[in-house]
């Protein structure tokens, strides 16, 4: 399976997305916001980061950058285009997610680990995954998703739903919200399912002497379902 | 010709960092703000010279780039 990761400035989660893929056997490709051709793959990831210096909005510089074309368009066309953190909030600035991903509620970065409640699994994201709640590592500023009641209604309507904020047992509740999402919505897909962006790091949860290996689990899924 | 355009939050969009000010007004003694909204000012320098055009480009920039019309409302000043 081959997959690339688009290297922003200000990207630096890119290389460890890097060192996650190839662990669990994906050929990796760093890709360069600067190119315009996207090198064959199964898998486009958008990696966490701060690109261009969060300049405007989150997200909406590197959302016009050259290789976004073509990784809008391979999206477009099926492909399979995960977006984590900054990633996530450079998809919905390109539109192929719905919302907006505002400010976290009490200001603060958080940096911690939470736990995430998979609210679909027909998808080759989560397809097979044996758990149902999943802990992932945060660290962002503005996670805080947004978008408009006939949005929501749109999300809800079609399953659009990846994850949810929960607590270990998968209790979906306000105090387990870490930044004010709606609903505790941690990632979101488009309407096809071929495009994820979710605000926690799968890469950082890889290895037991990181603070957990429920990312291990994703990518090892993952990879299978790609096959 | 230079065109002043204000970025604001929509209505019903949380803004948390104008609620902040809003409460470090009020701690300042400034008792009688109902209300703080915090947004963006851009002053776009264009060498478009005739005025309906410039704010006509200076909308599509509003559009593509300078405002997410999910949270956002934009406002083109006239160019003095």
Not at chain 1, 105 to 132: P, T
Not at chain 2, 20 to 47: A, C, P, S, W
Request: contains cysteine.
């Amino acid at each position: 399976m081959k997959s690339s990761v688009i290297t922003f400035p200000g990207s630096n989660c890119d290389r460890d997305m890097d060192v996650a893929l190839k662990k669990f056997g994906f050929k990796n490709k760093m890709v360069w916001h600067a190119d315009t051709e996207l090198p064959k793959s199964d898998l486009v990831v958008l990696p966490g980061g701060f690109s261009y210096g969060d300049y405007l909005r989150c997200g909406s510089i590197a959302s016009k950058s050259k290789i976004m074309q073509s990784v809008i368009n391979f999206a477009n066309s099926g492909g399979m285009v995960m977006g984590i953190c900054n990633g996530f909030q450079i998809l919905v600035e390109t539109g192929l997610v719905p919302g907006v991903l505002l400010r976290n509620k009490y200001l603060e970065f958080i940096c911690k680990n939470v736990f995430v409640k998979i609210s679909d699994k027909r998808n080759k994201y989560f397809k097979n995954v044996n758990n149902e709640v999943l802990e992932f590592h945060i660290a962002h500023n503005e996670g805080n998703y947004f978008c408009t009641n006939d949005q929501l209604k749109e999300i809800e309507d079609n399953n659009q739903i990846a994850i949810n904020y929960c607590d270990e047992n998968g209790k979906i509740e306000d105090q387990f919200n870490p930044n004010g999402s709606i609903k505790n919505i941690a990632g979101i897909f488009n309407r096809e399912k071929n495009v994820l962006g979710m605000m926690p790091h799968p890469e950082r949860m890889i290895d037991t002497s990181l603070s957990g290996e429920d990312g291990s689990m994703f990518f090892k899924n993952l990879i299978n379902n790609l096959k | 010709m230079k065109i002043p355009v204000i970025i604001t939050l929509k209505k019903d969009v949380l803004d948390p960092q104008g609620k902040v000010i809003h409460q470090t007004l009020d701690g300042m003694g400034f008792k009688d703000v109902n209300e703080v909204r915090q947004g963006k000012y851009f002053e776009i320098d264009t060498k478009e010279t005739d005025r309906d055009k410039a704010k006509a480009k200076v909308e599509e920039m509003c559009k593509k780039l300078l405002a997410n019309l999910v949270i956002e409302n934009y406002k083109i000043i006239d160019p003095k």
